[in-house]
C-alpha cells in the first residue's frame, strides 16, 4: 500500500475497513466520543496550519482583503432603515406516486416593510408529456419524464424566485444561491427553448445593478478552506461570473466536472453570453460570522454589497456590525426569513398528507399500489 509523510492514503474498501473496522455496537459507542472529538480536533489544527500556509505563500494576499467603509456601512443601514430591500426563496415538495410524482413548488418574496408575495405552483409528471394514444406509450412516456422532473421543478422554482423577485419593487433585492444555478445553467434539457429566458432575466440584474446572490453551502472545498484568511467582516474579490459559467461549458479538470452537454449552436449561444454579462459580474468571498458566504454582484457594487450584506446579516439582528464571532449564523436576515416563511406556508408534509388522503378516498386499491411501500410501514 502506498504511503505518504502523513500516513496511509486511503484509496480501497480494504483500507478504510483497516481505518474503521466493524466492531460491536457497544464498543463503537464506548469510543466514539474520543474518535469524534480526534477527528474535529485534527481538522481544525490543519484549517490553522492552511491559514498560515496561505498568508506566507501569498504575502500580497493580505493587502486584498477588504471591508466595507463605515460611510458604506451607514448607507446599508439608512437603506433598511427607509428604503425597500427584497429578498426571495422557494421551496420543492415532490410526492413519489407510481402514476407520476406529485410536485409542489412555492415562491416567498419578503420585504424589510413587511410586505410578502406568496405564489404556489403544482406540477404532475404526467402533464409533463404527452399522453399517447395507447397505455404502453402513456408508461413509457412516463418513465421518460421521471428522470428529468426533479430538475424540472427545481428550475422552475429557482427562474420563479429571480422572476418575481425581479418585479417586485424594491431598491436592492437579494437572492438565495447563485445568480444562475446549475438548474438554470443546463437549460433542462431543451436549452434552445429555456435559456434565453434565463439569459433576459440575467440581463435584466445586471442593467440593474442593485443585486447581491449568496451562496449558503458552497461545495468547494478549497474557497471554503480560503475563507479562513479572512476576519469577521471582511471579504475578497475571487472571480467573475466569467470564471464560472466558461468552467461549466467547457469542464474543469481541476473540480472534476466535465463540458455541458449542448449542441454546437447552443454552445456558441452560452459563450456569447459569457463574453456579454460575465465580466459584469462579480463573486466575493465575505464573512460576517465563523463561515464564509460567496456573495455575487455588479462590479461596479461591490462595496455596496458587501455593506448591505453585513448590515442585514448582523445589525438587522442586533449584533455589530463590523463583523462578530459569536453570531452562529452570519447570513442575510431577509433571506432566512424568506425561507422561514416559505417553509411555513408550503409545508412538504401537508401537500403529502392531501395526496395520500386523496388517494385512500379514491380507492383503498389505488392508495397500496400508488404508495411508496415504505409509507406503509407499521
Known sequence: ??????GPDVRSLADILTVAPWVELEKHIDHLRERVDAAVLASHGRREQLRREILSDNPRLRSQIRRPSPEKMEWAKNLLRSGIVAASDGTVAAVPLLSGTKIQVGVVIVTNTGESVRLVTRVFEHELTTAG??????FENLRKVHGSSNLASRALMLFGERQILLAQEADWRMIHGELIPYELRTGVGRPKENLPPVFDLVRRYVREQQFIA?????????????G????PGEFIELRTLTDDLTGFLD????????KAGFNNMDRATFRSFIAEVGPEVTILLMKAGHRPFLLECHRDRVEEAAALFLA???????LPDKGVTVTARGFPFHIDLADNVARTMFKGGEF???IET????????????DLDPRRTRG
Open 312 to 318: 442585514d446579516a448582523l445589525w438587522t439582528r442586533g
Open 228 to 231: 479562513i484568511v479572512l476576519e
Open 214 to 226: 449568496v451562496s449558503e453551502s458552497p461545495e468547494d472545498l478549497d474557497v471554503l478552506n480560503a
Open 133 to 138: 394514444d395507447t397505455a404502453r406509450e402513456f
Open 1 to 6: 500500500m502506498e504511503v505518504s509523510s502523513t
Open 352 to 354: 403529502r398528507t392531501f
Open 358 to 369: 386523496r388517494l385512500m378516498e379514491l380507492g383503498v386499491e389505488h392508495g397500496l399500489t
Open 251 to 258: 469542464g474543469d479538470e481541476n473540480a472534476g466536472t466535465t
